[in-house]
């Protein structure tokens, strides 16, 4: 029998779902699970949003353009002009959800061999995109002490080679919850223009930025629009993860060209989704702000609660919703695997990503888990009760 390719056997899988199994297992002997371990956000998708797809006179759901609705394209240029990010609707093209925007974005700059550097931990699926476009990820570790803020130049300029093609982040982080400084932008614009580089930003969770700082975009920066390349998704934004309507945002044509070409080989983006998307920019700013204060008030319940807990260590994100947190524990992926398969506090216990999958670097985020703020106060607040219980029944507990 023939074997699978190498890219496929090099494929990772998801360290966020791989223990989907044995949450399933607990979930089949009457155990509640609650998941924190997928950036599932149990936010009402907008009203707006939901309208669109139940209220329609679409007699035939045809191919759309493959670089998006026009109307869509035209909504979204205006969107990030109120974010003060200049484009026009023929620099956006419109993707199958961010992973596609990422994937398109690689291909479209790297051949296979080339290299992008990406602070870490980071984003696991960045793994599995660049093994799709046949690019290797060069990690530059961000500590955990430092609040995970960008290593100093010295550091990325050691990984930079002959064969590098661009940088890469995601702002404001997944996993970490760190928002770059402007310093930091301009520390990378810098090293991108010396270098000759793409720059690449996940901007997703654009609007969650806490305690008075501010975002900024990779097309904030000045003198780089031939080398910035943003990737979006509403995933986030509106809680409709299931849609699957991303972005790729960039002034350099060239890019653009290319990924319509990549997104003419696939014909189109969902065409129902885009109409709803479309609908979605119309979602009302007490919407957007009461999601703001949920997400703030599940992280200030989170870290009342970690910071009461002996040996836990981490730092309240500044942004998105998720935070890497060091655990005293022997190992993450067996803490949480003995959480879904032994632990139970009342019948209910909860679901974590173990944080080595974050990192490209071996060895790292052993004792390390992401906690993802995605339920409600109270829920979260359950969910620390029983992380801390856990903490202190466990038999590989370190502290």
Not at 66 to 78: F, I, N, P, Q, T
Not at 125 to 132: K, Q, T
Not at 209 to 217: F, I, P, T
Not at 238 to 256: E, M
Request: glycine share 6%; net charge negative.
């Amino acid at each position: 029998m023939p074997s699978v390719s190498q890219r496929a056997q090099s494929m990772p899988p998801s360290p966020i779902r791989k223990l989907v199994p044995y949450a399933e297992a607990a979930k089949a002997r009457g155990v509640k699970v609650f998941h924190l371990n997928i950036g599932q956000p149990d936010i009402p998708t907008p009203k707006v949003m939901m309208d669109a797809f139940r209220n329609h006179e679409i007699e035939v759901l045809a191919y759309g353009h493959s670089a998006g609705l026009w109307e869509y394209r035209e909504g979204l240029a205006k969107y990030y002009q109120k974010n003060n990010i200049n484009v026009s609707k023929e620099e956006i093209l419109v993707t199958t959800a961010g992973s596609e925007a990422i994937i398109f974005a690689m291909m479209a700059t790297m051949d296979p061999g080339d290299e992008v550097i990406v602070p870490e931990p980071f984003y696991t699926n960045y793994n599995g995109f660049a093994i799709e476009a046949g690019v290797k990820v060069v990690p530059v570790t961000c500590r955990a002490e430092d609040g995970f803020a960008l290593p100093s130049d010295e550091e990325i300029r050691a990984k930079i080679t002959p064969k590098t093609r661009a940088i890469m982040i995601c702002n404001p982080n997944n996993p970490t919850g760190y928002v770059y400084t402007m310093e930091e932008m301009e520390r990378l614009r810098k090293l991108v223009l010396e270098f000759d580089l793409f720059f690449f930003s996940d901007e997703v969770y654009r609007e969650f930025v806490y305690d008075g700082k501010q975002h900024h975009s990779v097309l904030h920066l000045e003198g780089i629009d031939d080398r910035a390349v943003i990737m979006d998704s509403i995933s986030k934004r509106y809680s409709a993860c299931g849609a699957r309507v991303g972005c790729l945002v960039t002034k350099n044509k060239d890019i653009i060209d290319t990924a319509l070409r990549f997104g003419q080989a696939r014909l189109c983006p969902p065409t129902m989704e885009q109409i709803a998307a479309i609908a979605a920019l119309d979602t009302p700013q007490e919407y957007m702000d009461e999601v703001y204060a949920e997400y703030n008030a599940r992280r200030e319940a989170v870290f009342q609660a970690l910071s009461n807990m002996p040996g836990v260590v981490g730092q309240k994100p500044p942004g998105a919703f998720y935070t890497i947190v060091k655990l005293p524990v022997d190992n993450a992926d067996k803490f949480c695997t003995w959480l879904l398969e032994e632990f139970a506090d009342n019948n209910e216990t909860i679901m974590l990503a173990p944080a080595a999958g974050f990192y490209a670097t071996p060895g790292l985020g052993q004792d390390e888990v992401r906690i993802a703020f995605v339920l409600n106060v109270a829920a979260m607040q359950r969910s620390m009760e029983i992380l801390e219980k856990a903490l202190q029944a466990y038999p590989g507990k370190t502290a």
